[in-house]
C-alpha cells in the first residue's frame, strides 16, 4: 500500500503528463493548419519556382508571369482563396531553394530540383506529387533525319559538366554499342551557343532545359528533342514538413487537374457539367459530398481551380503546345490510359 505523499506525487506527475500531452497536440494541430492560415491571413499565396525558364516560368516586357508553373500557382490560389490573382511569384535560385521554404518566406515552390529520397528527407521539405516527369534528353537538328536517341552515332554532343550526366550518357552510348564524341561546358548556358555555332552536332541535357534551349532558336521548328530519357527525375510541389493539411491540399488540387482531364472536365464545358449524371464529373464539380471540407476549403475548391487554368491537359496545350512555335510532345506527361506516367488517386 502506497503512503498518501507517494499518491498526491503520482497524481501531480500524471496532471503535468497530460498537461504537457495536450500542449504537444495542440501545437500539432496548429502546425498543420498554419500555412493554410498563414496564407487566409496574408491574403494571396506566396509560390516560386527554380529559376526562369521557357514554357515553365517566364516575364514578359511587363513583368508578368506566365507558365506551367504559374498556372500550377494559379490553380492552388484559386484553390485556397477563390482567386487565382491572389498570388505573388517569385523566382528562386538553386541554393536557397529549400531555405525560403523553412522560413516560411514562400509558401509552396512548385518547380524544384528534381524528387530523391535525400532531398525529401534532409532539408525540412516534403515533395507532394509529380507534376512534370523529365529526364536527361537529347536535341538534334531536323536536317540529320533522326528520330530516335538508339540512332545516335558517330555524332558530336555538347553537355554540361556534371558527373551524372556524363556518366549516363557514357552508359548509354556503351550499351548501344555506339560512338560519340563529348564536348563538355562548364554551364548549360554554354550548350546553346555551342550548339547554334556547329560546335556540336547534338546537345544533351534535361527534356525541359532542352526545352528552352529550344524556343530561343531561330526557327524551333527545324530542331528535334528526340523522346527518349535516359534518366528519370520527377518535378512537382514541395512545402514544408509537418503541415499536413497544407501538402493534402497542394495534392489534391493537382489530383484535381489530373482527374478533370481524365472525366473530360475543362475550363471550357465547367459550366454546362452541371446537371451531368456521371458521379466522377459531380465529385469534381462539388455536386456530391464536401471534398473541401476536410482541407478546410469551400465545397467548390476543385473547380475554382478548373474556372482559373483549366484541367492539367489545358496547361500543358498552353504552355508547350504548336501555338508555342515549339511543341514538347507529352510523352511521360501523357495520362496513364494513353501510356503516359500521368496518373491521380481518384476522388471519392
Known amino acids: 500500500m502506497i503512503s498518501l505523499r507517494t499518491a498526491r506525487l503520482l497524481l501531480a506527475r500524471i496532471v503535468c503528463l497530460a498537461i504537457a500531452l495536450g500542449a504537444l497536440a495542440g501545437t500539432?494541430?496548429?502546425?498543420?493548419?498554419?500555412?493554410?492560415?498563414?496564407?487566409?491571413?496574408?491574403?494571396?499565396?506566396?509560390?516560386?519556382?527554380?529559376?526562369?525558364?521557357?514554357?515553365?516560368?517566364?516575364?514578359?516586357?511587363?513583368?508578368?508571369?506566365?507558365?506551367f508553373d504559374i498556372d500550377i500557382c494559379r490553380a492552388i490560389a484559386?484553390?485556397?482563396?477563390?482567386?487565382?490573382?491572389?498570388?505573388?511569384?517569385?523566382?528562386?535560385?538553386?541554393?536557397?531553394?529549400?531555405a525560403q521554404l523553412q522560413t516560411g518566406d514562400v509558401d509552396v515552390i512548385v518547380r524544384n530540383a528534381p524528387w530523391t529520397l535525400r532531398r525529401d528527407t534532409v532539408y525540412g521539405a516534403s515533395f507532394?506529387?509529380?507534376?512534370?516527369?523529365?529526364?536527361?534528353?537529347?536535341?538534334?537538328?531536323?536536317?540529320?533525319?533522326?528520330?530516335?536517341?538508339?540512332?545516335?552515332?558517330?555524332?558530336?554532343?555538347?553537355?554540361?559538366?556534371?558527373?551524372?550526366?556524363?556518366?549516363?550518357?557514357r552508359e548509354f552510348f556503351f550499351q548501344n554499342q555506339a560512338n560519340y564524341d563529348e564536348v563538355v561546358y562548364e554551364d548549360t548556358a554554354d550548350l546553346l551557343v555551342a550548339y547554334r555555332s556547329g560546335l556540336c552536332t547534338v546537345v544533351s541535357a534535361s527534356g525541359r532545359e532542352?526545352?528552352?534551349?529550344?524556343?530561343?532558336?531561330?526557327?524551333?521548328?527545324?530542331?528535334?528533342?528526340?523522346?527518349e530519357r535516359i534518366s528519370k527525375e520527377a518535378l512537382g510541389p514541395v512545402v514544408r514538413e509537418g503541415d499536413d493539411t497544407w501538402f493534402n491540399i497542394v495534392e489534391w488540387t493537382v489530383n484535381a487537374l489530373i482527374n478533370a482531364e481524365?472525366?473530360?472536365?475543362?475550363?471550357?464545358?465547367?459550366?454546362?457539367?452541371?446537371s451531368t449524371r456521371t458521379a466522377a464529373v459531380r465529385r469534381i464539380l462539388g455536386l456530391e459530398e464536401d471534398y473541401g471540407a476536410p482541407l478546410g476549403l469551400s465545397k467548390d475548391f476543385m473547380v475554382n481551380a478548373l474556372r482559373a487554368v483549366g484541367n492539367y491537359g489545358e496547361i500543358y496545350e498552353r504552355n508547350f503546345g504548336p501555338q508555342t512555335g515549339a511543341v514538347l510532345l507529352r510523352g511521360q506527361n501523357s495520362l496513364w490510359s494513353n501510356g503516359g506516367l500521368l496518373y491521380a488517386p481518384p476522388i471519392r
Do not use: K
Open 128 to 169: 507532394v506529387r509529380p507534376t512534370f516527369y523529365d529526364g536527361q534528353a537529347f536535341m538534334v537538328p531536323q536536317s540529320l533525319g533522326i528520330i530516335s536517341a538508339f540512332e545516335l552515332d558517330d555524332q558530336t554532343i555538347c553537355l554540361a559538366d556534371s558527373d551524372e550526366e556524363l556518366s549516363r550518357l
Open 262 to 274: 481524365e472525366v473530360g472536365v475543362s475550363a471550357l464545358n465547367i459550366d454546362s457539367l452541371v
Open 78 to 98: 484559386a484553390a485556397t482563396l477563390g482567386d487565382p490573382n491572389l498570388l505573388e511569384f517569385r523566382s528562386l535560385r538553386g541554393e536557397s531553394r529549400f
Open 210 to 227: 532542352l526545352y528552352a534551349m529550344r524556343r530561343e532558336l531561330p526557327d524551333p521548328a527545324a530542331h528535334r528533342i528526340l523522346p
Open 28 to 67: 500539432s494541430v496548429s502546425a498543420h493548419a498554419q500555412t493554410l492560415e498563414t496564407v487566409r491571413d496574408r491574403g494571396f499565396l506566396i509560390c516560386a519556382a527554380i529559376g526562369p525558364l521557357a514554357g515553365f516560368s517566364q516575364q514578359d516586357a511587363e513583368g508578368r508571369w506566365t507558365g
